[in-house]
């Protein structure tokens, strides 16, 4: 990242801190980026091999076949993350995250769901999967400020549970069958569910703040962000206030 993208960047924190309640911390109190970089590792459970062995193994298909199924899932990924997209237009980007309780109920059904239907329950999961990712990469760098840099390339990093969990689910399918193999990204998932909701319930101010369109904009009170603009602002409300009483104490 350039540096004077980042000089925008924290000059755009400051001017919003009496949106978003921004306050500039050493990095490790940072417990957002951490919460996540720590749980986006258990995340890196997908894998072509696996999808097809339990296509293979539950749907009685052919390896070409087991194929042709990951392609549909691979394109409902796609999809999902467009459909995500057009929806953030509308939803706030953290109520967006309710797609992980579709994945952690699908994943699960895959664990008891046999045939087909076993097969198309991964594939909603890699639907509802699609958007986490990037949709957790941007709430994670809200409000690092001086951070962002260093705090982007951890998340980045910590896709490398791609080299460890798909063969952590081959593992258990390798002893016993894929079903019960479903039962490590589950594991995953459901650890990081605690994710979405630490987000809405703690950092709701912060999220939202920065999401304001406004924000750094200059109208005729100052900079929008800035907590002396809403100083002005409420100051001009009480002239206002003040002026219609005394027009109507003259009537």
Known sequence: ?????????????????????????????????????????????????????????????????????????????????????????????????????????????????????????????????????????????????RHTKRGSSWIVASVSGGALFPSLTGLPADRKDYHVSMAVPLCGFFVAFAYPIYLNVFCRKELDGFRETKIGYVDSDGVVGDPDHELRRASVRHEEKGLKAGDHLEE
């Open 1 to 145: 990242m350039p540096s004077s993208k980042l000089h925008s960047i924290l000059q755009q924190r400051k001017l919003c801190s009496g949106l978003t309640g921004y306050i500039d911390k050493p990095m490790g109190k940072q417990y957002k980026l951490m919460f996540w970089s720590c749980r986006s590792i258990l995340l890196c459970w997908r894998s072509a091999a696996n999808f097809i062995n339990y296509a293979r193994e539950f749907a009685g298909i052919s390896a070409a076949a087991a194929s042709d199924r990951y392609a549909i899932g691979q394109g409902l990924f796609v999809i999902g993350r467009f459909a995500a997209a057009g929806l953030m237009m509308f939803v706030k980007l953290r109520l967006v995250l309710a797609f992980m309780t579709a994945i952690v109920t699908f994943i699960a059904a895959a664990i008891g769901v046999h045939g087909e239907g076993g097969v198309a329950m991964l594939s909603l999961v890699l639907f509802f999967e699609s958007c986490i990712f990037p949709t957790i990469f941007t709430l994670s760098i809200r409000g690092l400020g």
